[in-house]
């Protein structure tokens, strides 16, 4: 017996469907998509790319269910020192809120503490929360640099994200090698035009 596509979700997700009045799956949704653009869902290579674009988008939008105060608040630990802190080359992946395609690049984190550091993995991991949203890129830059200023609070935060969106390189303009860098300086990285030059000078370092 054939399964409906109901059935056929529900096998491969795992999931209870929503079956609210008006409410619909993301799988749901993309076979019709599938079919307005003139392919047929049931044939074989497509039959199961509902649900793993349903599954593909729950992941690459996960960052709606964190929360930085809570990722960072459990990691913040007393120590003596006030020179810079610089988390280099980060990798991110977003999808520009535009035309939901991706853009990808390095995110460069760098800090002033004030008697407390945050624990080093936590600053990638911010950066893949923020990332894994709906974004554009001047935003990201900012949340990344504002949540650090906000719950660690040091004396500055400095953040640079250099990212190629192929929105740009498939579509529209087509410019498939250009970058988009974006910047956020807050407190002393603002302020204070040395510290700001050290990030800046290590950032764009890549030999030690």
């Given at each position: ?7 056929l ?28 653009l ?69 995110c ?5 503490p ?7 993995s936590k ?34 935060v ?24 974006t ?26």
């Open positions: 017996m054939k399964k409906t596509s109901d059935e979700v529900v096998k491969l997700n795992g999931d209870a469907l929503d079956r609210s009045p008006g409410a619909e799956s993301i799988a749901g949704m993309m076979r019709k998509v599938l079919g307005q003139g392919e047929d869902p049931e044939r074989e290579g497509l039959r199961g790319t509902p649900v793993r674009y349903a599954k593909a988008m729950r992941f690459l939008t996960s960052g709606y269910e964190q929360d930085a105060q809570k990722l960072l608040n459990g990691a913040l630990f007393d120590v003596a020192y006030d020179e810079m802190v610089l988390v280099r080359d980060i990798e991110l992946f977003s999808l520009c809120e535009h035309h939901l395609l991706p853009f990808f690049g390095a460069h984190v760098g800090y002033v004030n008697k407390k550091v945050v624990g080093l600053i990638p991991r911010l950066v893949h929360m923020f990332a894994r949203r709906l974004q554009v890129q001047e935003r990201l830059t900012n949340q990344i640099a504002q949540a650090l200023m906000e719950y660690v609070q040091p004396q500055g400095a953040v640079i994200i250099e990212a190629r969106h192929l929105c740009m390189a498939m579509r529209g303009v087509e410019q498939q090698h250009s970058q988009t860098v910047s956020a300086m807050l407190g002393v990285f603002r302020d204070c035009q040395q510290t700001r030059e050290e990030f800046l000078s290590l950032a764009k370092k890549k030999d030690w």
